[in-house]
């Protein structure tokens, strides 16, 4: 089982609420996603009245609310956004996203980290969105992030695993759980995720924006499953080409 | 820091016109196949050769729309304050020289309207003015964002140009966004079309969003006004213009408009005008050439058109709009700005975008976020 902060996992697809058809679309999505962790842009809530729409579809036992600070710019308002959350959806957990271009929405690495450090202190149970570096990641452990979440294409892309010979990097040196976040378009791209040993993934709109989303969580749900499966399987090596019959040291047994 | 004019003062509208009036089926076809689009490949988009391939590019417009922005249409309604204005425009219902009764709303009446415009349901809201610098300028603009800022989650304005220290002023106080048209981008034709007022100044006028880009605002608004020159000329600046902001000022969103003439009593008729069919090439174009850029549909447009383009490019439309100050609550009957062609109530339109099947979005931002 996965271990975040305080919480276990069963599910190791995360899911987010952004770009669904209709709210109705968005819960039955979800349900059959299996998530226990969504994320919620704080932006869309209505914080200052009671029965948020989105909040209220989202009121599921199983389902456990990440709000994320997408539009913030830099590490202030990123702290001060999460504390709202903290206030308003009352949980400590957020996925902390700076990423001052709108254009392609990049996480800035320089603030992820000052939000990081501080967000720790104050007893948050941080998740940063950021760039597939090894280095990033190693330095947001040391500032006592719960988890990273390196990309492996830009956000709402659908271009699948990009990154992912810095992936395997950052998985391997990881001591936190390691969950790639944006860019995966279809469930080959997220069990390739799991295969490689990410311990979760965060698919948000290659379920909105499919035709089916309820069959697409559903697909989702299947390919987390059987990557991570295939990774504690132990895959069986690749090889470039047949291992000869006759080796060339077959002499020496001769 | 550089501004766009250094760019424009580079350019001739009449070779971009002949250039864009030169291209053929198959630099239409190269900007179809081609991934990375430049303004080139906007410009054959925009060019009379791609008429034939207007399916084609919906097909394309759409999906990048959905991919990027999602199954939403965020909703946002313009918010009267004053017609009051110094400026003559040929096209304006506002016009200094158009006779009507001028009004500019008092607290008490902004507080009306502020209920009106909740009681609708927006959260998203645009203040507009005339210019009329000496009743309707800073102090006005200061204390008016100070009483609607705690009602609204999204603050957007299009008033008249400001100087940088101006912006860098209101955005504290919670302005989220300015929408500035260009007007036309051919600069004979912008004094025919303005000759009195601030706003008969060209280059102030064009510097705009370089002064906001500076003053770090979240987002600026761009667009020419279709009717007065050729469409696809303007919108070709627009575009230029847009490809250098975005390049500058790279922290900045930016959203462009189409807004046709409309009639107004005693207004001008459209001197080029564009068919259903054009504007639809538009928009799709835009999409092609900016995924990114958030493309808005305003009232002016019929209930029918507007029903159809939303699922191929537009990402924001304003619902039951009024343009006259007070229009929601205080003074319904005033005369408005130019006449819109969709009257239908915001919850009609939300009924409309979910039969699209899209989800109405009407919290998009919180201004609790904007304390740093």
Redesign the interface.
């Known amino acids: 089982m996965l271990e975040i902060g305080n919480k276990t996992f069963e599910s190791r697809l995360f899911t987010g609420t952004?770009?669904?058809?209709?709210?109705a679309t968005m819960q039955a999505s979800l349900e059959s996603s299996g998530s226990e962790l969504v994320t919620v842009a704080?932006?869309?809530?209505?914080?200052k009245e009671a029965g948020d729409p989105i909040i209220s579809h989202l009121n599921h036992d199983r389902i456990n609310l990440l709000p994320n600070t997408s539009?913030?710019?830099?590490a202030?308002?990123a702290v001060?956004?999460a504390q709202?959350a903290r206030e308003a959806l009352e949980t400590d957990w957020v996925k902390l996203e700076i990423h001052?271009?709108?254009?392609?929405l990049m996480p800035d690495p320089i603030e992820t980290l000052k939000a990081t450090e501080e967000l720790a202190k104050l007893g948050f149970i941080v998740l940063p969105y950021i760039h597939a570096d090894p280095v990033l990641c190693k330095l947001l452990e040391e500032a006592g992030t719960s988890a990273v979440m390196p990309l492996g294409s830009p956000i709402?892309?659908?271009k699948g695993l990009k990154t992912i010979d810095f992936l395997e990097i950052i998985i391997e040196q990881s001591k936190v759980p390691v969950v790639v976040d944006a860019g995966i378009g279809a469930p080959s791209d997220a069990a390739k995720a799991m295969e490689i040993g990410a311990d979760a993934v965060l698919v948000n709109?290659a379920i909105?924006?499919s035709n089916n989303p309820v069959e697409m969580a559903i697909a989702f749900k299947m390919a987390v499953e059987s990557g991570r499966m295939a990774y504690e399987a132990e895959l069986a090596p690749t090889a470039a080409h047949a291992e000869a019959s006759s080796p060339l040291t077959s002499f020496l047994d001769e | 820091m550089s501004n766009f004019r250094e760019i424009f003062d580079q350019q001739d509208w009449g070779s971009i016109k002949s250039s864009i009036y030169a291209k053929t089926k198959r630099d239409v076809e190269h900007a179809l196949a081609t991934s990375e689009r430049n303004l080139e490949d906007f410009k054959a988009l925009i060019s009379p050769a791609a008429a034939p391939y207007l399916e084609q590019m919906a097909v394309e417009s759409r999906r990048l729309t959905l991919q990027r922005f999602g199954n939403n249409i965020q909703l946002f309604a313009p918010f009267y304050l004053s017609n009051e204005c110094q400026n003559i425009c040929t096209y304006c219902g506002f016009s200094l020289d158009n006779k009507i009764r001028r009004k500019t709303l008092n607290p008490k009446e902004i507080d009306g309207e502020i209920a009106a415009l909740k009681k609708l349901g927006f959260q998203h809201i645009l203040l507009v003015t005339g210019e009329a610098n000496v009743t309707v300028g800073m102090p006005y603009f200061k204390k008016a964002l100070k009483q609607i800022r705690p009602h609204f989650a999204d603050i957007s304005m299009e008033v008249q140009p400001l100087d940088q220290a101006d912006y860098e002023e209101l955005i504290p106080l919670g302005l989220n966004a300015v929408l500035v048209y260009q007007e036309t981008y051919h600069q004979k034709d912008y004094k025919k079309h303005h000759p009195k007022g601030k706003k008969s100044n060209f280059y102030y006028r064009l510097d705009t969003p370089d002064r906001l880009g500076k003053a770090g605002i979240r987002k600026i608004g761009l667009g020419s006004l279709i009717g007065l020159e050729d469409w696809r000329v303007d919108s070709f600046y627009t575009g230029l213009h847009l490809d250098y902001l975005e390049k500058t000022y790279w922290q900045t969103k930016y959203t462009i408009s189409f807004p046709r003439l409309r009639p107004f009593s005693g207004g001008l008729e459209p001197k080029v005008a564009m068919s259903d069919r054009e504007l639809v090439q538009l928009i799709c174009a835009y999409r092609l050439f900016n995924q990114e850029v958030e493309l808005s549909l305003s009232t002016r447009e019929t209930e029918l058109f507007r029903e159809h383009v939303m699922k191929l490019g537009i990402t924001s439309m304003s619902a039951g709009s009024k343009t006259n100050p007070g229009g929601y609550a205080v003074e319904p009957q005033s005369l408005e700005q130019f006449e819109i062609s969709d009257e239908r109530l915001p919850s009609e339109i939300e009924e409309l975008i979910k039969k699209q099947g899209y989800e109405a979005v009407w919290k998009d931002w919180d201004m609790s976020l904007e304390k740093y």
């Open positions: 952004g770009k669904f058809k209709d709210m704080l932006k869309r809530v209505d914080l539009g913030v710019r830099n202030k308002e001060f956004a709202l001052p271009d709108p254009k392609y709402g892309s659908n709109t909105a924006v």
